[in-house]
């Protein structure tokens, strides 16, 4: 019974790495037939470019998960930790994003090739983050809240109130 948390994570995350590589693959290969093959006409070098671009952005996050999903062993082979939870956000949830984001615009690039704008949506909210998390930095010693008097009257009734000794009523029998 020892480790089962650990051994149930790996399973849970060779699953998920597992349906991540079969979405990857399957992206490539309806983008291959069908734009390579059923559309060959129109196909031109931007869209091996495309292609290449694609599987570097499939790659890259995909291989920075397979390293937080890998387990990690003891010296004598004991499992000790199961991996990085999948289901996490933060950097996890990011590079799911980028995954699904790549293959959302794979796909509809064979329709039309504006989709390929969908890519900003990545560096665009990469800087609304980095915004915010530098903002937080920028205003720290210069943001002093401004209290109004009905404001100010209420919490020092409330401190005040706080501050009182409470009496417990019982009854005599």
Same mark, same amino acid.
């Given at each position: 019974?020892?480790?089962?948390?650990?051994?149930?994570?790996?399973?849970?995350?060779?699953?998920?790495?597992?349906? &991540?590589?079969?979405?990857?693959?399957?992206?490539?290969?309806?983008? $291959?037939l069908?734009?390579?093959?059923?559309l060959? *006409?129109?196909f031109? /070098?931007? @869209? /091996? $470019?495309?292609?290449?671009l694609? *599987?570097?952005?499939?790659? =890259?996050?995909?291989?920075q998960?397979?390293q937080?999903?890998k387990?990690?062993?003891?010296?004598?082979?004991?499992? &000790?930790?199961?991996?990085f939870d999948?289901r996490?956000?933060? $950097?996890?949830?990011?590079? @799911?994003?980028?995954?699904? $984001?790549?293959?959302?615009?794979?796909?509809? *690039?064979? =329709?039309?090739?504006?989709f /390929?704008?969908?890519?900003l949506?990545?560096?665009?909210?990469?800087?609304?983050k980095?915004?915010?998390? =530098?903002?937080?930095?920028?205003?720290?010693?210069s943001?002093?809240?401004?209290?109004?008097?009905?404001?100010?009257?209420?919490?020092?009734?409330?401190?005040?109130?706080? *501050?009182r000794?409470?009496?417990?009523?019982?009854?005599?029998?």
């Open positions: 019974m020892a480790n089962q948390g650990a051994k149930k994570r790996k399973e849970e995350n060779t699953r998920h790495m597992a349906n &991540l590589r079969h979405l990857i693959i399957a992206c490539n290969v309806i983008y $291959i069908v734009r390579m093959l059923i060959h *006409s129109s031109t /070098w931007k @869209h /091996w $470019i495309g292609l290449l694609t *599987s570097l952005a499939y790659f =890259i996050p995909y291989q998960l397979a937080m999903a387990p990690a062993y003891s010296d004598d082979g004991e499992l &000790l930790d199961g991996g999948m996490t956000g933060g $950097i996890c949830g990011y590079l @799911h994003d980028v995954i699904y $984001i790549t293959s959302f615009v794979q796909l509809t *690039s064979i =329709i039309s090739e504006k /390929w704008y969908t890519y949506v990545i560096p665009a909210f990469g800087a609304y980095s915004f915010g998390f =530098i903002r937080g930095f920028l205003s720290q010693g943001e002093e809240e401004v209290e109004d008097e009905k404001t100010r009257k209420k919490r020092e009734k409330m401190e005040k109130k706080a *501050s000794t409470k009496f417990v009523k019982t009854r005599n029998r």
